[in-house]
């Protein structure tokens, strides 16, 4: 998109603040690559000391991080997720085309020794490839005491998606407990009623790991997310085709039409895109990176 097309970091910061007033507290930065995004320090400056937020969490590949995650952390971040698939060096240069698992790793081992800040690792789960990466990726989160996240593949147009392409979270339960032993494993109390993953830890009391469910176990009729894509456009949900448009009342100086377009897309939200989708064929036209994971 042309450079004036997206929202400026003033602008997100904007969204945010009016956001806040209304009552939401947590921010994650995602996309794409946000770190893409040049100085993205400031972003979550303005967050910070505008919104007073409850949480600002980053989600990245972690190939640009390790040179921005000081000046991340002091303007206030306090969450990252990495999105890392393989802890293999060929299947990772086979899954990215980029021969750059060893600095992804350094930039975790980075990040691992920020006390204030919160690390974990999201997977996308697929059938016949995951399935020799849980264990590698389990033990490299119980090494930094974090937990990994498995996340069911979602049904999106720059995905070949298919049913059975989907690594179920109860396949993924059953693999670990095979191998570490069911009685090493327990589940947790999800960190709040609206969070996506269902966890659990390993009662030795190193890492631990979360199934987010999307395919096999719904839970959009908990979700309380709303999703601001680089252009401004608000959505309720992933598989929101519209959205609603925040650039032009921002760049006309209208917060009170901000604000009120903020509660039209809260309540616009439906019974959920996963529980419609599993009525209908025709798969959601947007590809998953526009508007963040």
């Given amino acids: 998109m042309p450079r004036d097309a997206i929202l ?12 806040s007033e209304l009552g939401i507290k947590r921010f994650r930065l995602t996309g794409g690559e946000p770190l893409l995004r040049r100085h993205l ?14 949480t600002i969490a980053l989600t990245t590949n972690g190939l640009l991080l390790s040179d921005q995650l000081d000046s991340l952390v ?17 299947a990772f240069q086979r899954l990215t085309g980029l021969d750059a698992l060893p600095r992804v790793l350094a930039a975790l081992e980075k990040a691992v ?32 005491d974090i937990a990994v996240r498995f996340i ?10 298919k049913r059975e392409a989907v690594l179920t979270g109860e396949r993924i ?25 269902r966890r659990f830890r390993f009662k030795d009391g190193r890492g631990g790991f979360g199934l987010i469910e999307p395919v096999s176990r719904p839970f959009c009729e908990k979700c309380d997310r709303l999703r601001l894509r680089s252009d401004g456009r608000l959505f309720h949900c992933l598989f929101d085709r519209e959205g609603i448009d ?30 419609e989708l599993q009525k209908q ?12 994971g």
């Fill in 246 to 275: 925040l650039r032009q009342p921002l760049r006309d100086g209208d917060r009170e039409a901000v604000r009120k377009r903020i509660q039209e897309c809260v309540e616009a939200k439906g019974p959920g895109g996963m529980l």
């Fill in 113 to 144: 020794c920020y006390r204030s800040l919160s690390v974990e690792i999201n997977t996308v789960a697929l059938s016949g490839s995951t399935e020799r990466q849980i264990v590698n990726l389990l033990e490299l989160g119980r090494k930094h």
């Fill in 74 to 90: 002091h303007a206030g971040l306090t969450h990252i997720s990495f999105s890392l698939d393989t802890t293999d060096a060929e």
């Fill in 8 to 19: 400026s970091y003033e602008e997100i910061a904007t969204v945010a603040t009016v956001s």
């Fill in 281 to 292: 064929v025709e798969r959601p036209a947007r590809i998953m990176a526009s508007i963040g």
């Fill in 173 to 197: 339960l059953e693999i670990i407990r095979t191998f570490y032993g069911a009685d090493r494993v327990e589940e947790i109390e999800r960190s709040r009623p609206a969070a996506p993953a």
């Fill in 41 to 54: 320090h400031r972003l979550v400056r303005l967050i910070h000391d505008q919104c007073a937020p409850d």
């Fill in 152 to 161: 069911e593949l979602m049904p999106f147009e720059d995905v070949e998606w």
